[in-house]
T-cell receptor, first 110, second 111 residues
Framework: GQQLNQSPQSMFIQEGEDVSMNCTSSSIFNTWLWYKQDPGEGPVLLIALYKAGELTSNGRLTAQFGITRKDSFLNISASIPSDVGIYFCAGRFNNNDMRFGAGTRLTVKP | DVKVTQSSRYLVKRTGEKVFLECVQDMDHENMFWYRQDPGLGLRLIYFSYDVKMKEKGDIPEGYSVSREKKERFSLILESASTNQTSMYLC??????????FGNGTRLTVT
C-alpha cells in the first residue's frame, strides 16, 4: 500500500523557533492525524482532523486538513527542548486503512 | 485513558525460533493492529483484526501470523524468525473511527 510523503525527514532548530512539516499523498483521505513519538515510546496522538479545510490547534501545535484532502501540515510555534522526537502524519480513508508518513525527526538545540 | 500494553520492551531471538509478541488493551476496542517500524520507512501494517477470531492481512504479512482469541488480546507470531524481521513492533487499538492508540513497542533483534 502507498505510504504518505512526509517532509522534511529531519530538522535541527534553535529553541524558540517555529517548525513546519507536511504530508502529501496521491490518494484522498477522510481523516488526517498527527502523532509524536518520544525515544523508546509508542506514538502518541497530537491532533486529529476530520474535515477538509479544518484548522485545529492544541497548545503550540496547529494542524490543517488540506482542501484537496490529499495533504496536511503541522506547525509548532516557539519550540522547546521537549518537542524533540519523531512526528508522524497518518491519513485514513476508512476504519482499517491507515497510511503513515516516514516521520520527521525534530532536534531542538537549547 | 486507553492503555495498550505490549508484554516485552526488548527481545533477542535466534534465527528460526518461533516468536510470540503479545498485546493487551483495556478499553474494549474492537480494532487491533500490528505495525513494524523501520528507519526511513515509517509504520507498515502487518495484520489487523476488527473482531475476535477475525484477522486481515496488512501490507507486509509475509512471515507473520496473528491470533485474536479474546477481544482484549492480539498476538503477533513469527513462525520462524529471520534477521530481516529485526525491527520495532508496535501494537495499536481503536474503536470505530477513533484514532489509533499505540503501545510502547517491542524492539526485536533476531541474531
Amino acid at each position: 500500500g502507498q505510504q504518505l510523503n512526509q517532509s522534511p525527514q529531519s530538522m535541527f532548530i534553535q529553541e524558540g523557533e517555529d517548525v513546519s512539516m507536511n504530508c502529501t499523498s496521491s490518494s484522498i483521505f477522510n481523516t488526517w492525524l498527527w502523532y509524536k513519538q518520544d525515544p523508546g515510546e509508542g506514538p502518541v496522538l497530537l491532533i486529529a482532523l476530520y474535515k477538509a479545510g479544518e484548522l485545529t490547534s492544541n497548545g503550540r501545535l496547529t494542524a490543517q486538513f488540506g482542501i484537496t484532502r490529499k495533504d496536511s501540515f503541522l506547525n509548532i510555534s516557539a519550540s522547546i527542548p521537549s518537542d524533540v522526537g519523531i512526528y508522524f502524519c497518518a491519513g485514513r480513508f476508512n476504519n482499517n486503512d491507515m497510511r503513515f508518513g516516514a516521520g520527521t525527526r525534530l532536534t531542538v538545540k537549547p | 485513558d486507553v492503555k495498550v500494553t505490549q508484554s516485552s520492551r526488548y527481545l533477542v531471538k535466534r534465527t528460526g525460533e518461533k516468536v510470540f509478541l503479545e498485546c493487551v488493551q483495556d478499553m474494549d476496542h474492537e480494532n487491533m493492529f500490528w505495525y513494524r517500524q523501520d528507519p526511513g520507512l515509517g509504520l507498515r501494517l502487518i495484520y489487523f483484526s476488527y473482531d475476535v477470531k477475525m484477522k486481515e492481512k496488512g501490507d507486509i504479512p509475509e512471515g507473520y501470523s496473528v491470533s485474536r482469541e479474546k477481544k482484549e488480546r492480539f498476538s503477533l507470531i513469527l513462525e520462524s524468525a529471520s534477521t530481516n524481521q529485526t525491527s520495532m513492533y508496535l501494537c495499536a487499538s481503536s474503536f470505530g473511527n477513533s484514532p489509533l492508540h499505540f503501545g510502547n513497542g517491542t524492539r526485536l533483534t533476531v541474531t
